[in-house]
């Protein structure tokens, strides 16, 4: 392989990797804050308990995905410097946004929650959590409004002396419309993952206590975190459903060539049906595709809310983009404006299909908690703790899809009569000229093998720390409670 594919191996595995601890830490950071709340008003103690809990499980995830995140910046400027020269005046805001504004607000209220346990009165110490929870989704915001630009630019002109994007108009860019769209759906998802986390070890730990004879802690601590899970679970899916839907239909006018080859649309059709099964030839040739299970019409309600659209396929598409972009690149090389159509199918039914788990969880959850019970059944602590990997499943094969199906751009180009002229960029002209493969094949395998310590470290404290449960006692230790321990003033007590 070149120095392109290694580089996108490296960009690839760095990303996934990294994003498997962001939906957990946008979405767990205001269910532990509602658990302090909860604890706050009511002052029933199994709440500040689990608050402690799940904090501590929090914690071991953001800064596993702080560490694993850094890596991303040091590849834009030495792996893709020629990206990053073509887009650094528009890409540079956000990211700066997101670290000056959010990141940094982030970390320190972190510090006061942890620290702050037996120093800050009650409601400060509730609102330091309620900062993270806040700064947390904004810095996500920022995020995704740099990754929607290269999706859809916007609010940018092209300076063709300088050969590269600058930015005439942030406030176009902070509303640019696939933003609006990706945001509500990358939040309710990660708020699926984190009900589905909290529910899961709730559920496991509740089947647990009571076929050991606890079912009075079992239905005092467990159910209530069961029960919290849940209707997260439910707000979540149903967000992910209707935004997931506005998102598509945005998709399918943005960047039709990617949606299209999510249903393996080889062909100009009315009325295109919704491909659940193809086999056959799914590379890029698009030959020989066999829909062996589909539902008619389905992909074109999904597209335009009618039945008997039309929707462009692959083949035709691509010779749109020729005319449109040319058909060799400047080495002569022809261009294939088809991303993979294996990854993209396979990714975008794997996202969705991959969510059936917390929905799995959610139903039998409702059933075995119905009227204040508690289960004993063994089959429901198994489901909880198998039904939470399904939602880092599908949240990471969503992003695997996203950035794939977009390819071969790095930056899309804006199909809309608005849309910027000349702002696009294609994967293979913006990877860095000076970098050598050996030099990236080298990290490669340093940064891969680091993950891989980091991964066994992450699972370690997190399974070490779930299977211990929540404390059988945890006293107030806040400064406006007289009863408060003597050891209280110790430094780190709740982090360890």
């Known amino acids: 392989m070149d120095a ?12 996934v990797y990294h994003f498997v601890f962001v939906p957990l830490t946008i979405g767990l950071a205001p269910l532990v804050a509602i658990m302090q709340t909860i604890w706050v008003v009511t002052g029933r103690s199994r709440w500040l308990r689990l608050t402690k809990f799940f904090g501590k499980l929090f914690l071991i995830n953001f800064a596993i995905g702080v560490a694993t995140g850094i890596v991303q910046e040091f590849q834009f400027g030495m792996n893709w410097s020629h990206y990053s020269r073509f887009v650094g005046d528009v890409f540079g805001a956000p990211l700066a946004m997101e670290a000056l504004a959010a990141f940094f607000v982030e970390s320190t209220f972190l510090g006061l929650w942890i620290f702050g346990w037996d120093r800050l009165p009650k409601k400060v110490h509730l609102l330091t959590i309620w900062a993270v929870a806040i700064a947390t989704n904004v810095s996500a915001l920022f995020i995704l409004a740099a990754n929607s630009w290269m999706q859809h630019p916007v609010g940018t002109i092209y300076n063709a002396q300088r050969g590269r994007a600058e930015m005439v108009d942030i406030g176009a860019v902070l509303t640019n419309s696939t933003l609006l ?18 529910a899961g070890i709730a559920a496991w730990w509740m ?3 009571a076929r050991s004879g606890q079912a009075d802690k079992a239905r005092d601590v467990y159910r209530p975190a069961v029960v919290l899970g849940v209707v997260v679970m439910l707000v979540g899916g149903v967000g992910v459903a209707i935004s997931g839907d ?3 239909k945005l998709m399918f006018e943005q960047q039709p060539m990617k949606m299209a080859s999510a249903e393996a649309l ?15 030839d799914l590379s890029n040739s698009c030959e020989n595709v066999d829909h062996l299970i589909q539902i008619p019409g389905l992909t074109s309600f999904l597209a335009t809310g009618t039945f008997d659209s039309t929707l462009k396929g692959v083949e035709d598409l691509q010779r749109e983009y020729e005319q449109k972009y040319g058909y060799t690149d400047a080495d002569g090389t022809p261009i294939s404006y088809q991303p993979n159509l294996t990854v993209t199918y396979w990714g975008f039914r794997l996202m969705i299909g991959m969510g059936l788990g917390s929905a799995a969880l959610a139903l039998a959850a409702l059933w075995v908690t119905r009227k204040g019970r508690v289960s004993d059944r063994r089959w429901f602590g198994r489901l909880g703790i198998v039904a939470i990997g399904t939602p880092f499943l599908a949240s990471s094969f969503g992003w695997i899809f996203t950035e794939m199906g977009r390819q071969p751009w790095v930056v899309a180009p804006n199909p809309n009569p608005s849309g910027v002229d000349g702002v696009w960029l294609l994967t293979a002209r913006g990877v860095s000229t000076s970098v050598s493969a050996g030099a990236v094949i080298t990290s490669l395998a340093a940064f891969t093998a680091l993950y891989g310590v980091l991964a066994v470290v992450w699972y370690r404290l997190m399974h070490r720390y779930a299977v211990e449960g ?7 230790v806040s ?3 007289p009863d408060r321990p003597a050891d209280a ?5 709740f982090a360890y």
Do not use: M, Y
Not at 189 to 196: E, K, P
Not at 470 to 476: G, L, S
Not at 489 to 493: A, C, K, R
């Open 181 to 198: 769209a990706a945001f509500p759906h990358t939040i309710t998802a990660a708020l699926l993952t984190a009900g589905t986390f909290v």
């Open 479 to 481: 400064p406006d409670n």
């Open 489 to 493: 003033d110790q430094p780190l007590s």
């Open 207 to 209: 089947v647990r206590l």
């Open 4 to 15: 392109l594919d290694l580089a996108r191996w490296q960009f690839g595995i760095t990303t």
């Open 470 to 476: 929540v404390a059988d006692v945890e006293k107030d």
């Open 266 to 280: 080889c062909t100009t059709e009315k009325g295109a049906a919704f491909s659940i099964l193809a086999i056959g």
């Open 246 to 248: 506005a998102q598509a």
